[in-house]
């Protein structure tokens, strides 16, 4: 049975995309691999791309590459998790708190794994989580 690598695209939806752009790119310190008015790429590390839509641009699906990407959209508040190293994680929490972020949460995980939480602009649960957490990471 083959096994699938990773996963290389999660998606969050918005209303102001220009200001999730805008936010995701001064926390991650990068700038869009791809932008126009539905989408925004973001690259999340480790060959992983955070997608950020306009919430209902892609309800309809989209034509591309002699194809059709089929209709997706979401509501609410999602959760994304993003892996950092256990040494980064006071810089991290640094960097945050510079940025005017909000640490909602911390955790402490059994397997010794540590995850902070906070909220990006349209109140996603965005998770940085050290190795640890999962028997896989």
């Not at 997608?51 to 509501?75: C, E, K, N």
């Not at 005017?100 to 909220?119: A, K, L, M």
Request: aromatic content about 8%.
């Amino acid at each position: 049975m083959p096994r699938t690598q990773r996963v290389l695209e999660t998606a969050l939806y918005f209303d102001d995309l220009p200001g999730a752009g805008t936010f995701y790119q001064q926390l991650l310190s990068t700038i869009p691999l791809y932008q126009d008015d539905r989408l925004i790429a973001i690259d999340a590390g480790g060959g992983t791309v955070l997608l950020l839509f306009r919430r209902g641009a892609s309800a309809p699906g989209v034509a591309a590459g002699g194809g059709q990407i089929p209709p997706h959209d979401g509501t609410g508040p999602a959760h994304v998790a993003l892996a950092i190293r256990s040494e980064d994680l006071g810089e991290w929490e640094s960097h945050l708190e510079r940025s005017g972020v909000t640490v909602e949460s911390c955790v402490e995980w059994p397997r010794g794994g540590r995850s902070i939480y906070f909220r990006d602009p349209a109140g996603h649960s965005i998770e940085l989580a050290t190795p640890g957490i999962w028997p896989t990471f």
